[in-house]
Each structure stands twice: as C-alpha cells, then as structure tokens.
C-alpha cells in the first residue's frame, strides 16, 4: 500500500508557472512508477505523464510535451510536475497516481493508487 498527497495547486494566469508535489507513504516508494492525470470539468480522466522508478525515463501527452516536466525524488518519497507556460486548458483537478511495475503506462488503469487530487486553474 501506498498513500498519495498531492500539493501545490492553485490559481494562476496563461503563462506561468506551477509546481505540483505529490509525498508517498507506505511501501518503498522507490518500486512505485509514478504518474500524473488531470480531469477537467465534464471530461474523463486523461494521462499527463509518468516516469520511471529511478527517475531516468519518462514520458509525456503530446500536449503538454515542452511545457510541462515531470521528476521524482526517493530520498523524500515524492514526484513532482513542473508545468511552465501554462493555458486555461490546462485548468483541471490534478491527480497523482502510483503503479506497482517496472514498465511505465499511460492508462489511468494501470495505476492502483491515487490521491485525493489538486485544483489548477489557468485564467486567461
């Protein structure tokens, strides 16, 4: 088991920046790929990004690609998503997410855990 606490949410203007944090408890959380959604009101959930256990692959939607970078630090169990030049479609309830693997996914199921999320709003 594992639990996820994102933060760093907020509301902000089209073009800045924002640093979202998600802290792991539990199990090692250096077993964990991690992941990062969004849903937007009326929308299905939708993959953002992900990253490998140690850090070293990652991957991205093509609309966030150049825009937004996704890390992680095991010695303080979290993950991060750095999102810079930041668009009103952007605005979603973002949600951190964990998968017990070594292979990464860009599917909300495949990840057996998740937090409670955080609001980002880009006002325009």
């Known amino acids: 088991q594992v639990q996820l606490v994102e933060s760093g949410g907020g509301l902000v203007q089209a073009g800045d920046s924002l640093r979202l944090s998600c802290a792991a408890s539990g199990r090692t959380f250096s077993s964990y790929v991690m992941g990062w959604f969004r849903q937007a009101p009326g929308k299905e959930r939708e993959f953002v990004a992900t990253?490998?256990?140690?850090?070293?692959?990652?991957d991205y939607t093509d609309v966030v690609k150049g825009r937004f970078t996704i890390s992680r630090d095991n010695a303080k169990n979290t993950v991060y998503l750095q999102m810079t030049s930041l668009k009103p479609k952007d605005t979603a309830v973002y949600y951190c997410?964990?998968?017990?693997?070594?292979?990464?996914?860009?599917?909300?199921?495949?990840?057996?855990?998740w937090g409670q999320g955080t609001q980002v709003t880009v006002s325009s």
């Open positions: 990253i490998s256990r140690g850090g070293v692959t990652t």
């Open positions: 997410a964990a998968r017990s693997s070594v292979v990464l996914s860009t599917a909300a199921t495949g990840y057996a855990y």
